[in-house]
């Protein structure tokens, strides 16, 4: 068994860096808008699904039905934002019912997918262009060093977007007083909407990135945003590079518990781990990026 | 919101009509009803966690099938009575509660969602690979009939009248606690946080009480679930469960005292009579609940009482 375990870290690890990218998501919407989003592991799956469509049964080029997937999954992702987020916010409801609501966007978004797209795992072929690599005694496959480069490049586009854009600027003002951000002339609705599609763009990139390595369906959304979750209290809601930090951690728990503890019962362990986090640090092992001033919405 | 229990001729109104609505309605259409009467059970205990305290579980359907797998396998296996079982389910499944409560409901924010959430995943992954306890997919089956002081609950009828009597207990245990001490601290919890600790409520403990005493409701539920179909199974407790509660919560009105009974009633009617749209379930009651909570706030309950009042 012992001899795998090279091939199992480096597995955690691509794997992680999706749950990573993922986190990054759940902390941008957390800290413009206080919510939790449980979508989050839809636009994941939005992603890979609306790609393979695109690619398998409409027979656009891979480039273009790769580019084509994101597209969607952003479009839908600012969709929900106008249509079932913003009159919640602009009524003022409390802040159990975006919880509710994210939860029935999280419902109804995999049986579209179900209905529209279909109920089988679907895949596309690998982006090809990079070699695959020979770590020691472990091959990383071309794809794993795709999604590796990808979480670079997001990570350090996002951190240049923070730090240096002015867009960038807005969104962070508003995530640490949005009525402050207000009263300076930041238009805070259209910032919530920014991060409801980075977040969705984030989601996309992740889904398209991974669903090579096996393949996606329209269950996988409920695990996604889990295992981002997890990722994000490890890493501090919204710390960029703890996000990815986090999403390595439970990326590599997962992928040995699957092999030494239980088949069966990986996915049990980190939700384990995630209750025991939560427990001994609330906050995240890391610093948020922003400790919250405001009420939680 | 109105949480104060002025409308004793509502109450007088529901037991009446639970008793006699098997005289007119048909034998599928009882077990319909009780099947709402179940379902009612859990919305009623969800409606207090939401209510009062703001915070969502996403693992009541977790609960249920702790509660209906405790009296499926000690009845089955064990040979216990039913009502024992049904204790035992009760009182484990509450401790189950406390420990995942206890420690993330000091936690400010949905944290609990998302940990039910996970809860719930961890629940239904054991309760239908783990064969030799819970018999994996095959269930358990020949779950006896509920009785009690050598009384047989042994027909769908008998049922439905001890679920619903059930229910209706519960659902004034609920008005009862609305009026007490406790529940003024609820109240006062629910209004504003803050205030509430600054005055003395210990807002943590209450959210726990509250958060076991839910659990418990949908392990009753859970308990009588298996005794109605004398069988249990993993895959009647799976996430689409908990959609369907939510959908009954929303419609029938948060924070509502008889939302969560208007609801299930009204709900499982609806999710019974899909026919043919069976397989598109899920998506029929996320869009429902969606809906309500865009354009029904105050749920089909809520609605009809701001109407009254005009």
Redesign the interface.
């Known amino acids: 068994m012992m001899d795998l375990l090279p091939v199992l870290l480096v597995n955690g690890v691509v794997f992680g860096a999706i749950y990573g990218i993922n986190a990054i998501g759940l902390g941008i919407v957390y800290n413009t808008t206080?919510i939790?989003n449980?979508a989050q592991g839809d636009f994941v799956m939005l992603g890979g699904m609306t790609a393979a469509y695109f690619y398998g049964h409409l027979g656009l080029p891979l480039p273009l039905a790769i580019a084509a997937g994101v597209i969607a999954t952003v479009f839908i992702g600012l969709l929900i934002e106008r249509a079932?987020i913003r009159?919640?916010w602009r009524?003022g409801?409390?802040?159990?019912?975006y919880?509710?609501?994210l939860?029935?966007?999280a419902?109804?978004l995999p049986?579209?997918a179900m209905?529209g797209i279909g109920r089988d795992p679907l895949t596309f072929p690998s982006f090809g262009g990079l070699p695959s690599v020979q770590l020691g005694t472990v091959t990383l496959s071309s794809q794993a060093l795709w999604v590796l480069v990808v979480t670079v490049v997001v990570v350090v586009a996002l951190q240049g977007f923070f730090d240096r854009t002015l867009l960038g600027k807005a969104m962070k003002a508003t995530a640490i007083n949005r009525r402050v951000a207000a009263w300076l002339g930041i238009p805070v609705e259209r910032m919530v909407a920014m991060s409801f599609g980075l977040a969705a763009l984030l989601g996309a990139i992740g889904g398209v990135v991974f669903t090579p390595l096996i393949s996606t369906q329209f269950d996988t959304g409920?695990?996604m945003t889990?295992n981002g979750?997890a990722a994000a209290i490890i890493g501090g809601m919204g710390n960029i590079r703890g996000a990815i930090v986090g999403g390595l951690v439970i990326g590599v728990l997962q992928s040995l518990s699957t092999a030494f503890i239980s088949s069966?019962?990986g996915?049990?362990v980190i939700?384990?781990v995630?209750?025991v986090l939560?427990?001994i640090w609330?906050a995240g092992f890391f610093r948020p990026l922003i400790e919250l001033q405001h009420e939680?919405i | 919101m109105n949480w104060r229990p002025t409308n004793t001729a509502g109450v007088v109104a529901l037991i009446a009509i639970a008793i006699v609505f098997p005289l007119f309605g048909g034998a599928s259409a009882v077990t319909v009803v009780a099947l709402g009467g179940l379902y009612a059970i859990v919305a009623i205990g969800l409606n207090l966690l939401v209510g009062y305290t703001g915070k969502i579980s996403f693992g009541h359907n977790a609960f249920m099938a702790m509660g209906a797998y405790a009296s499926g396998i000690l009845t089955v296996r064990y040979d216990w009575s039913p009502l024992s079982a049904m204790i035992a389910a009760a009182v484990s499944t509450g401790l189950v509660a406390f420990i995942i409560g206890a420690p993330i409901l000091r936690v400010r924010g949905h944290y609990l969602a998302m940990i039910t959430l996970a809860f719930s995943q961890v629940v239904i992954i054991v309760s239908t690979r783990w064969t030799e306890v819970t018999g994996g997919l095959t269930g358990i089956p020949g779950v006896p009939d509920f009785s009690v002081f050598g009384f047989s609950f042994d027909t769908k009828l008998k049922m439905y009248y001890l679920i619903w009597g059930v229910a209706i207990v519960l659902f004034l245990f609920s008005f009862r606690i609305v009026d007490s001490r406790f529940g003024r601290a609820l109240r006062a919890l629910g209004a504003h946080e803050t205030a509430a600790g600054a005055l003395g409520v210990d807002v943590v403990r209450c959210r726990i009480q509250i958060f076991v005493l839910s659990a418990v409701y949908a392990a009753l539920a859970g308990s009588l679930y298996a005794h109605f179909l004398n069988y249990v199974n993993g895959t009647f407790f799976d996430l689409s469960v908990m959609i369907q509660l939510m959908a009954i919560l929303v419609v029938g009105g948060i924070g509502t005292l008889w939302g969560p009974v208007v609801g299930a009633v009204l709900l499982i009617w609806v999710s019974q009579n899909l026919g043919s749209y069976a397989e598109y379930s899920q998506l029929i009651f996320g869009l429902l609940y969606g809906g309500a909570l865009l354009f029904l706030p105050g749920g089909v309950v809520g609605e009809v009482a701001a109407r009254l009042k005009r």
Do not use: H, Q, S
Request: glycine fraction near 6%.
């Open positions: 206080g939790i449980f079932v009159p919640l009524r409801a409390k802040d159990w019912t919880v509710f609501m939860f029935a966007v419902t109804v049986n579209l209905l409920v695990a889990l979750f069966v019962y996915d049990a939700y384990g995630l209750f939560l427990i609330p939680e």
